[in-house]
């Protein structure tokens, strides 16, 4: 049966309000959106990015706020800013790999610290009221450094751990360390999260077969490649190639169509709806996305998106 949770996974410059209310409409199939993560601006969060957490979805699926954060006083500041505002379920970034943020103990870099020692003191104390997720790696340089902070993590009523299983130093290269993923799922009381490599219907088969049936997924650069694939899971069925296109046509067409309401300027929209094609190479040939990223006005890029999917 094809009832494994999807979860989308946050993704920093793809899937903000726009992208979800888009995929949410022509697609779904996904179970909740988590949002690329905020955090603490000048000692406060910034107005647009409360906003972005807090947008519910039409069909009532879950958004879930991700907070990254590199203090016990960051995170109090998130977490009372974001329950005011409304948010039930708060997911905590810890496996975000790179360099700036680890280097400040933010995201993977609170894996080698006290602070979660803090954090969960905090949770459980001033939050039981509250339901939190994490995400996390296996580690900064190591695959093992999730292991002193396990049993910490045991002590926390989260929902559920999402587990990418690579170190922060590969960041997205390299093999996934399926073995050790199967050590953190064999040791922690909670419910894991598989995320990380799943492009295809058969991946998301696979991670049952390979693991454990309990485990669900969380979906990132798949969603993006291949908007389609939670929806094609649940109808247990892979969509064709023209198919597809159908669908990229319109998912688009409702992006395009918000960012020129809510935006003003070449400039300003191009910024915004080009990384849409980031991870679309392959669906519409290297010739047709290099000519989208080369716009440098809406008139271009409108034709070049025109050539590109009549082409297909």
Known sequence: ???????????????????????????????????????????????????????NMPSGIPVIPQIIFGSRDEFIILADTLIDAGATHINLNLGCPFPPQVKHGRGAGALRSTLIEEIASIIITRYSFAVFSAKLRLGINSSDEWRPILNILNTIP????????????QQYGGECNNEMFDEFLASTSHRVVYNGDIRSVSDIARIGSVHNNSVDVMVGRGLLSRPSLALEYRSNKEWGHDKR?????????????TYMTVLCGDHQILQKIKPMWDWLEDEIGH?????????????????AVADALSLI
């Open 1 to 55: 049966m094809n009832d494994k949770l999807i979860y989308a996974a946050p993704l920093q410059g793809y899937t903000d309000v726009a992208w979800r209310l888009a995929h949410a409409g022509i697609y779904g199939g996904v179970d909740a959106y988590f949002t690329p993560f905020i955090r603490v601006e000048k000692g406060r969060v910034r107005q647009r990015d409360l906003n972005n957490a807090i947008q």
């Open 158 to 169: 989260l929902d559920h751990i999402t587990l990418h299983p690579r170190i922060a130093a």
């Open 245 to 257: 296109v159908s669908g990229l046509r319109k998912f688009h067409e409702e992006i395009y169509s």
């Open 287 to 303: 010739k047709a996305w290099k000519a989208i990223h080369k716009a440098t006005t809406l008139r271009k890029y409108e034709s």
